[in-house]
């Protein structure tokens, strides 16, 4: 009874510990080698984001050219239409900056404009446009009431027609 005892205390002190672990991500970057051949020697490996043009192409590798001319064979799993996300990520971090840039421009140009509250603009609307309006609202409402009229000849032709002929007025 006394090791199980021993052994909770041991844990106990160790929970700590096992908590303020440190924490590791994995790097986004790789390296392939451009190849003279296929199945060939590496003639100079490329980093990842790295843009080639593609000259030949087969089901499993592709004849590609980088920026400095140098042409060679790489796998097609390691391409890529779009670009890595690191470079993307950078990408987005410039616009963001830039549109932080912007809005402390605007904050600055709103506060210099003082609290003068901006003239509201005198209506532009026409009154042909609200005659318009009327019109189709008129037009609306006698659909409506024909509609409601159609209604009721109906229902009382079927009653007489389900009463042979007869129309019976209560």
Known sequence: MRSVG????????????????????????LQVGLRAARD???????????VLEVLER?????????????????????L????????????????????????????AQLKNAGTSKPSIPASTTSEAEYELDYLWLG???????AGFIAGIVWHRESIRRRMGGMYLRV
């Not at 060939?40 to 790295?50: D, L």
């Open 139 to 145: 037009i609306a409402f006698a659909m409506l009431i």
């Open 6 to 29: 021993r052994w909770m205390l041991a844990l106990w002190l160790m929970a700590p510990l096992a908590a303020t672990a440190e924490t590791l991500y994995v790097i986004d970057r």
């Open 58 to 78: 087969d089901e499993r590798f592709a004849r590609v050219r980088d920026k400095q001319g140098v042409e060679g064979w790489i796998e097609l799993r390691y």
């Open 40 to 50: 060939g020697n590496v003639v100079k490996p490329v980093e990842t984001g790295a």
């Open 80 to 107: 890529s239409a779009e670009p890595p996300a690191r470079l993307q990520l950078t990408k987005l971090q410039d616009e963001l900056n830039k549109t932080r840039a912007q809005l402390t421009e605007a904050q």
